[in-house]
């Protein structure tokens, strides 16, 4: 048996327009479920609400200062702990390098020196590469089939922007 609308509606308290307040009678008459649904929303409603102890809201709001200033205290105190034992971490593992960074620069130098350059030519032979090989793939490939590409991620990258502009401008969070 379906119950989700007579559940909203019981659980909802909203104003039911004449049909649906038929109709929620009697599905009442026929549903233990919903009747004890409804039973429970009236005793709750009819019970007396107790205004609490004097002084509550005080104390409340002390208790909550204090636990909130607790709370930063171990969020500092842990934050410290978690910076220096970092700072320990790095010390602890690069201080056979920088030990032998001071102790011989020359080497060092030169190590960065070879590196740089060996970074330097190895991007200007894959760039000398890239060409060649577009060259080439310009010479196999026939125009209509670079259309289609070209067609094809221009179109790719107009659904992307058109997704990205929806969800951006879908509601987030709770609706009221």
Not at 97 to 107: D, E, G, K, R, T
Request: proline content about 5%; glycine content about 6%; charged content about 10%.
């Amino acid at each position: 048996m379906n119950h989700q609308p007579f559940e909203d509606w019981l659980l909802n308290d909203k104003t039911l327009t004449p049909a649906e307040t038929r109709e929620l009678d009697l599905h009442l008459r026929t549903c233990p479920h919903c009747t004890a649904l409804s039973a429970t929303g009236l005793a709750l409603r009819a019970a007396p609400v107790i205004a609490p102890a004097a002084g509550f809201t005080l104390r409340f709001q002390q208790r909550l200062i204090a636990q909130k200033a607790m709370e930063r205290r171990r969020k500092l105190w842990g934050m410290i702990l978690f910076i220096i034992g970092g700072a320990g971490f790095i010390v602890w593992f690069s201080a056979p390098y920088l030990l032998a960074l001071f102790n011989a620069p020359v080497q060092w130098i030169t190590t960065f020196i070879g590196y740089s350059l060996f970074i330097v030519t190895t991007l200007q032979a894959l760039t000398e590469v890239m060409t060649v090989l577009l060259r080439m793939a310009s010479d196999f490939i026939p125009t209509y089939i670079w259309l289609v590409l070209s067609s094809t991620l221009a179109g790719l990258g107009l659904l992307w922007a058109i997704s990205i502009w929806q969800f951006s401008r879908t509601q987030q969070g709770v609706s009221v």
